[in-house]
């Protein structure tokens, strides 16, 4: 086993993985920004170091600091969490050639999955449904609308290179596509220093589903499970759950075992996620893109397998091989998390940095964690991700798992400023929401409006 690792990242991802590697008995190195100094990350790891100034591209998606501070502290391998440089192949390359271990999969693979066109390509080769779309990549508007008229509105435009909801855009007709196209395509260039384009047909409704896969050195490759995040705004997810109300037991296998056969495929190494746009009424699944890390949401499949991903992720860059098969794996009851962010959800979510007077974090009972890096004085600092917790809890059924979840948000107090817990409590005690009757379009055209109303 690794004697110490650096976690390339913050907030409570940063903390998550110190505390499994910790479990693990593994030295922890944390690198922080200077206005990450006082965080939680930092107190927790065994030592730290500071990587640059408050603005991202300048510490924690500086790599030439991140590889110096892992040479000056004999880290041997490199944990980057979620976001930041999780999923950046150049980055996996060079820790390569410096001899430090990338927690995650190879930089091939990352280029290869982390490229819609060639993840697409891939998964044809691979015998996993896709969704019609184009072959290659588009740059012009005009290519554009020629595709899309072929291929039938409503279509979907997505950043080649992107991820996190930037550059996508959902067309309905002809005469959107060209203004959406051209935004799409500044927001991509901006955002990843890549404008070209991706476009598909819009499977509507839809279940926007996740399969969790493992995969080790020695070519063991397991799913733990699918993952319901139809739940969004603007392509970012607010609620997860697992198992889906949406699958049965004859077509969760189908979609876990194309999981499977996709990660097999690319000869992928360590945790990753298929995800599957699921047409609910023909129960035919498609393949959307792989998510080449560990996910924020990945608790609520911990909650259901009993697997720590996060320590898996360890063991497996380590070289050793999946602590559990397939068949030991049983899954049990059901997980929700919310995400809990500093925003106005009534000012079109804007962000709310600042002082945290007083925190109260829910806790009690069996099948309630909370995952998250704040303390009471703690000041957040405008210039990350609004998130500042996630709330995730398992009941025997589904029912009673929304119902501990009310009483978790209820128990949740910050003061000092904005955050949308309010807004989680309403959503997790919508009727259609404890039907389960929902679609990825649900959050945005139905449950706002009348939110927003009130």
């Known amino acids: 086993m690794f004697n110490k690792i650096l976690i390339a990242n913050r907030g409570e991802i940063a903390v998550r993985i110190i505390r499994a590697a910790r479990e693990l008995g593994v030295a922890t190195v944390a690198v922080y920004s200077e206005a990450d100094r006082d965080a939680l990350h930092v107190a927790l790891a065994d030592e730290a170091i500071c990587i640059g100034p408050a603005r991202a ?6 790599m030439n600091n991140i590889l110096e501070a892992a040479v000056a502290t004999g880290a041997q391998a490199i944990h980057p969490g979620f976001g930041f ?14 001899n430090i271990k990338f927690i995650g999969p190879s930089a091939q693979v990352m280029d290869m999955m982390g490229d819609k066109i060639n993840a697409r390509a891939e998964m044809v080769k691979a015998g996993v449904p896709v969704t019609p779309g184009s072959e290659g990549e588009v740059y012009t508007s005009e290519e554009a609308l020629t595709l899309a008229n072929r291929i039938g509105y409503p279509v979907m435009l997505k950043a080649s290179a992107g991820g996190g909801g930037k550059g996508i855009r959902k067309v309905s007709n002809a005469e959107e596509l060209v203004p959406a196209f051209e935004a799409a395509t500044a927001e991509a260039k901006a955002a990843f220093g890549n404008g070209a384009m991706f476009i598909e047909r819009m499977i509507f409704p839809a279940r926007h589903i ?8 020695h070519g063991n490759v397991i799913h733990l499970g699918e993952r ?3 739940l969004q705004r603007n392509n970012q997810k607010v609620l997860e759950e697992s198992p889906s109300v949406a699958i049965g037991h004859t077509l969760r296998e189908r979609i876990c075992q194309a999981a499977v056969k996709a990660a097999a495929h690319v000869n992928y190494e360590n945790a990753g996620t298929i995800e599957f746009l699921l047409d609910e009424a023909s129960g035919d699944f498609f393949f959307m893109e792989m998510n080449t890390r560990v996910q924020v949401e990945h608790p609520v499949t911990e909650f259901v397998s009993g697997v720590d991903i996060v320590k898996e992720q360890i063991r497996i860059a380590d070289g050793q091989e999946l602590s559990v098969k397939q068949e030991d794996i049983e899954f049990k009851g059901h997980a929700i998390e919310c995400r ?4 106005n959800p009534k000012f079109n979510f804007a962000p709310s940095p600042g002082k ?6 829910p806790s009690g009972g069996v099948g309630l964690r909370v995952d998250s890096a704040m303390y009471t004085g703690y000041t957040i600092p405008p210039y990350y991700d609004s998130m500042i917790a996630k709330v995730i809890v398992h009941g025997e059924n589904r029912f009673e798992a929304l119902m501990k979840m009310q009483r978790a948000l209820l128990e949740f107090d910050v003061e000092g400023l904005t955050t949308n817990i309010d807004f989680q409590l309403e959503l997790i005690s919508d009727d259609n929401v404890i039907a389960g009757d929902y679609d990825t379009s649900f959050l945005s055209n ?3 409006p009348e939110y927003l109303e009130k």
Not at 86 to 97: I, T
Not at 340 to 343: H, W
Not at 356 to 361: A, G
């Open 57 to 62: 591209t300048e510490s924690y998606l500086n």
């Open 210 to 217: 996740e399969v969790q896969i493992l995969a080790d050195q």
């Open 340 to 343: 809990i962010n500093a925003e």
């Open 85 to 98: 440089l999780s999923e950046n192949s150049k980055f996996a390359r060079l820790c390569e050639e410096m």
């Open 446 to 448: 139905t449950f706002l």
């Open 228 to 230: 319901d995040c139809s």
């Open 356 to 361: 945290i007077t007083n925190l109260f974090l």
